[in-house]
Structure formats: structure tokens, C-alpha cells
């Protein structure tokens, strides 16, 4: 449960056990940045199966042996994770323990903020590779694309005046077509006109 949530029967961020063959699990999170502005609408969405594997597997023989020793000692806990000492995760442990493993596993060591904005920038980049929209990245992180640019796309300006530098070549050339364009058809107007002028001419010349 959220320290703030006042919502009639919300039971907080929940880890649902959809299925187990084939191994389908869920996450719903009506605790997140917009949920205010969303009007208390949670973040739901089935986990990819690799994370779920990964989660099942921990929630077996792992995770019960950590409760049976926490309950011995008369201590248990709700939570998906949870410490050496039987407690939840706070935010500032998940970030330590994510540290570490990106330790173990020989990768520089960054905090979530920082790779949220690693992540960012590259999705906001002109080079990004296939991947999920922004709109839909955005409200998986709990965010909207203008808080993407306000907190983690640095390159946010600078980008878009620099494509619109590349863009005005593009413009100049588009208009510099359509003056020749539009200078061709008045020439062909021109020549299309002058046989009657002269006829015109050879008439009045007659009279």
C-alpha cells in the first residue's frame, strides 16, 4: 500500500499470477506521477515472458526460504521484494541493490534516473532504433512525452533547432521549384497567347 493512497479498497501496487501455463503475469500500478491527472487510472500490462520467468522463478524456493527464516523470528512481508531483514524495498535500497548488479554484471554503475535518461535519449534520437512508441514509453515510466523533454531529453532543443537548420534546405529547394515551375507556365502561357496577338494585328491591318 502507498503511505498516501486515500483510495476506497486500493490494494497498491499489485504483482498478479495470471496463469502459470502458459506463465502469464501481470503488474498494475495505480500509484504513479500522473495518476492525478490520468484521474486515478493505473498502469497495467502483462510482463514480457523472459521478466516473467525470471520473477517466477524467484517467487518459488528463493522467496520462501527468505519468508519461512523472517517468519520464525515473527516477521513477514507483503512485498514482491524485500531486504535481508524481512522489510520492503524503499526506493533508495531497489536503487542500491540495481547498482550492484550492474557491478556484477561489468557495467558501469548508474543510478535509475540516469539510465531512464540514457533510454530517453536515445528514443528521442534521429538515429532510434525500431522500438516502442514514445507515447506508450512515456506512460509505462509514469510519465508524458513533455516530462520526457522537460527532465531526461537534454538534447530537446539543440535537436530541433538543428533539424530545422537541416529542414530550411529542403524548404529552400521546394520553393526554388515551384518559382521555376510557376516561371515555365507563364512562359508557356506567353507563347501560347502571341499567335492571336498577331492575328489580331493582321486583321486590324486589313481593315
Request: aromatic share 8%.
Amino acid at each position: 500500500m502507498h503511505p498516501d493512497c486515500n483510495l476506497t479498497g486500493c490494494e497498491g501496487n499489485r504483482l498478479y499470477i495470471i496463469s502459470t501455463s502458459p506463465l502469464l503475469m501481470r503488474i498494475q500500478l495505480p500509484h504513479h506521477k500522473n495518476a492525478c491527472k490520468w484521474g486515478q487510472a493505473s498502469i497495467d500490462f502483462d510482463l514480457p515472458a523472459e521478466l516473467a520467468e525470471l520473477l517466477y522463478t524467484y517467487l518459488g524456493q528463493p522467496r520462501r526460504a527468505q519468508l519461512d527464516h523472517h517468519l520464525l523470528i515473527g516477521q513477514s512481508c507483503p512485498n514482491v521484494f524485500m531486504d535481508m531483514h524481512g522489510r520492503g524495498f524503499a526506493g533508495a535500497v531497489l536503487t542500491l541493490y540495481w547498482q550492484k548488479w550492474l557491478v556484477l554484471q561489468g557495467v558501469v554503475s548508474m543510478n535509475p534516473s540516469m539510465r531512464r535518461q540514457v533510454f530517453v535519449d536515445e528514443r528521442a534520437s534521429n538515429s532510434a532504433a525500431a522500438g516502442p512508441s514514445n507515447q506508450g514509453a512515456t506512460m509505462l515510466m509514469g510519465h508524458s512525452e513533455q516530462q520526457w523533454r522537460n527532465w531526461y531529453d537534454m538534447q530537446f532543443h539543440p535537436r530541433l533547432a538543428q533539424n530545422a537548420v537541416n529542414s530550411m534546405q529542403l524548404w529552400k529547394t521546394a520553393m526554388l521549384q515551384i518559382m521555376s515551375d510557376a516561371l515555365a507556365a507563364a512562359a508557356e502561357l506567353s507563347l501560347s497567347t502571341a499567335p492571336h496577338c498577331r492575328h489580331d494585328l493582321d486583321l486590324e491591318h486589313e481593315f
